[in-house]
Every structure is written in C-alpha cells, then in structure tokens.
C-alpha cells in the first residue's frame, strides 16, 4: 500500500505539473495571438490530452487519500458493521465501473493503434499514444482498488472491521481539520 501512495502522489504531482504548463501554454498562446497575430499551433489538442490523462492518473491519488465526494450525512452515525459494508459496497460499485471504463478505454486504444488513426489537427497525432498513457492511469486507478479491496477483506479476516475506515471509509472532520492544521503549522514560520 505505501508503494501505490507513493506512485499515487507522485503521478498527481505530474499530472498538476503538466496541467500547469498547459495552463501557461495557452496563456502565452493568447498573448501572442492578441499582440502578433501568431499561434504556438496544437496547444488546445495537447491540453486535451493532458487533461485526459491527468485527470486518469490522479484518480488513484484521490482514491488512497479518501478525498471522493461522497455524502456522509448518516456516516458517522453507523454502527462499524454498517460502515464496513457501506465502503466495502461503495468500493466494489467504483471497481465495477471503473473496470467497465477501462475495458472501453483499452478497445479505443486498441482500435487507434490497429487502424493507425491520427487527429484530424495539423499535429496529427497518433491518438493510441495519449489514449495508452490514459488507459495505464485507469488501470492503475483499478488496480489501487483492487488493492484496497483486499486490504479491507484481510481487515475483516482479522476481526478489525473499525479499522477498515482509516482505509476506505470518509474522512471524519477531526481529520479533515486536523490535516488542514498539520498542513498550516508546516507552512507557517
């Protein structure tokens, strides 16, 4: 599980900086088409698809961290039984789906790579390349599920269903404060 963190925040960490540079990109791209007349060319296409697989490759940081929405109205109130099965079943609906969207993805990539399609852009791009590195990023999402079913099923295994939420479960608000407050005092002098 500390190896998936890891991975997990660093693949955030470079989806972000990518989103950024993309961010300047197109900043840069209306200055210049403003003040010259003149375009960098493909920047939106580009951004597209950084976005795309920016967006696949943080899902699994989100996923580790617990920072889905989700509503949490009755949560707290559960006995630890009905919350085990709340996050056992809200995590076995979210593999489900995310199987489905990665089985979809793999047969467009597929598709693009078999019939050598390109984007209909002056970059012309082979779309199997930015639709492969979106696939990896949604297998690594279910993968980190998978994980964090079996972690949950070994909790349960071992008679510790209370602590199955520090995995799995919503963040209580003691924690959400109490990492608001960690991030403050590391931040100030």
């Not at 593999?95 to 019939?115: E, P, R």
């Given at each position: ?112 790579w078999i019939f050598g399609t ?72």
């Amino acid at each position: 599980m500390i190896f998936l963190r890891k991975l997990s925040r660093l693949s955030v960490r470079i989806a972000g900086g990518c989103v950024l540079l993309c961010a300047a990109a197109i900043g840069i791209e209306v200055v210049m088409r403003k003040l010259f007349g003149l375009s960098l060319g493909g920047v939106d296409e580009i951004s597209s698809y950084v976005f795309a697989t920016g967006v696949a490759w943080s899902l699994a940081f989100t996923l580790l961290e617990r920072a889905h929405i989700r509503i949490d109205l009755l949560y707290e109130q559960m006995p630890a039984r009905a919350r085990f099965a709340a996050d056992l079943l809200g995590l076995l609906c979210l593999l489900v789906v995310s199987v489905v969207l990665l089985q979809q993805a793999a047969q467009v990539a597929w598709t693009s790579w078999i019939f050598g399609t390109r984007s209909n852009t002056p970059l012309g791009v082979a779309l199997w390349v930015p639709q492969l590195i979106w696939v990896a990023g949604l297998l690594f999402f279910t993968l980190c599920q998978l994980a964090l079913l079996v972690a949950l099923l070994r909790l349960a295994r071992a008679g510790r269903i209370a602590d199955s939420g520090h995995l799995t479960g919503i963040r209580t608000h003691s924690e959400e404060t109490g990492d608001y407050m960690s991030q403050r005092n590391t931040e100030c002098p």
